[in-house]
């Protein structure tokens, strides 16, 4: 919401308080009325902030970059940071437990190679000599003696 829509809803909010119509409690409404005045002055200043720094871009709150990483993420591997069933753990350790590697496991269920060795190890699965060989991640590097 851009500052001028919080302050909108603010002042909705504050007017619906003092008015006492609408059988809405009159204290949850000023406090409503805060919060959007809050959320418009912090929105103004990331406004200011962007035009004092020069960059013409707005910049991204950190919820959204995460909701923006997520979704990049999700791009190649559709499944990443859903929560997994019991049905989904299952299958990943008769994967596992079939010697498939972690970067077949991470495509066949739609995750990141980090996310089925943490899962794995979760699940208390003792992860393979051939596990151990995948290399999209800076922390391997080979097989453990």
Do not use: C
Request: net charge negative; aromatic share 2%; proline share 6%.
């Amino acid at each position: 919401m851009e500052e001028v829509d919080h302050a909108l809803a603010a002042r909705r909010h504050a007017d619906k308080a003092n008015s006492g119509s609408g059988g809405d409690d009159p204290v949850v409404l000023a406090g409503l009325a805060q919060t959007e005045a809050l959320l418009a002055a912090a929105a103004a200043i990331d406004r200011l902030a962007e035009v004092l720094s020069g960059s013409g871009q707005p910049r991204l709150s950190p919820v959204r970059g995460q909701a923006d990483h997520i979704a990049e993420v999700r791009r190649q591997h559709p499944n990443a940071y859903m929560p997994w069933s019991a049905e989904a753990d299952a299958a990943l350790l008769a994967g596992h437990q079939a010697g498939h590697d972690v970067t077949t496991l991470a495509d066949t269920f739609g995750r990141q190679p980090s996310a089925i060795r943490s899962r794995l190890n979760r699940l208390g699965a003792r992860e393979t000599a051939a596990a151990d060989t995948d290399v999209d991640s800076d922390d391997d590097i080979g097989p453990t003696p």
